[in-house]
T-cell receptor, first 108, second 112 residues
């Protein structure tokens, strides 16, 4: 069993739809990160969470520490949101453990 | 600021050849990392350097060596490349461990 799992693996949505990507983990963590990998390969950090909820524009990330679960929501999705979204947890040794990613395609 | 830069962008090697992947950051970050990304497996840590002068093994260090040349530069060396090392390699840096990491654009390596 992988330490970090994501669902779904692949997701296709129509422009404007509300999108949810889920992440569950089985290890103790100091923080959870959501990353975005663009079609060209570049990786950027979207959020770092240790509790509660964060919002940045149309993106919302939540974490439930007791349930070891996090969600990334995208409101009013747009084709430019098409990317691979990666959940990564920081263990107490401060190294990352990455999920396999969720590939999102938003169609116009 | 260029952020994190990596060279080369793409490389083809024959089995047994050696090469060094270069990484540099201009953000005065203390910690630097090398990852590999393989289809369906997610990113995996090869080596990291928590601060200048220190390096440590990550999850998949076999077949690799690293050098933290100075605070800016962290190189990854393949002494004798194998087809199993075909992958995309990412360098990343952060101010201190536990903060947000900034990733380079990646190096795509093909070992024949």
């Amino acid at each position: 069993k992988n330490e970090v799992e994501q669902s779904p693996q692949n997701l296709t949505a129509q422009e404007g739809e509300f999108i949810t990507i889920n992440c569950s983990y089985s290890v103790g963590i100091s923080a959870l990160h959501w990353l975005q990998q663009h079609p060209g390969g570049g990786i950027v950090s979207l959020f770092m969470l240790s509790s509660g909820k964060k919002k940045h524009g149309r993106l919302i990330a939540t974490i439930n520490i007791q349930e070891k679960h996090s969600s990334l929501h995208i409101t009013a999705s747009h084709p430019r949101d098409s990317a691979v979204y990666i959940c990564a947890v920081r263990n107490y040794g401060q190294n990352f453990v990455f999920g396999p990613g969720t590939r999102l395609s938003v169609l116009p | 600021n260029a952020g994190v830069t990596q060279t080369p962008k793409f490389q083809v090697l024959k089995t047994g050849q050696s090469m060094t992947l270069q990484c540099a950051q201009d953000m005065n970050h203390n910690s630097m990392y090398w990852y590999r990304q393989d289809p369906g497996m997610g990113l995996r840590l090869i080596y990291y350097s928590a601060s200048e002068g220190t390096t440590d093994k990550g999850e998949v260090p076999n077949g690799y060596n690293v050098s933290r040349l100075n605070k800016r530069e962290f190189s990854l060396r393949l002494e004798s490349a194998a087809p199993s090392q075909t992958s995309v390699y990412f360098c990343a840096s952060e101010r201190i461990p536990g903060e947000t990491q900034y990733f380079g654009p990646g190096t795509r390596l093909l070992v024949l």
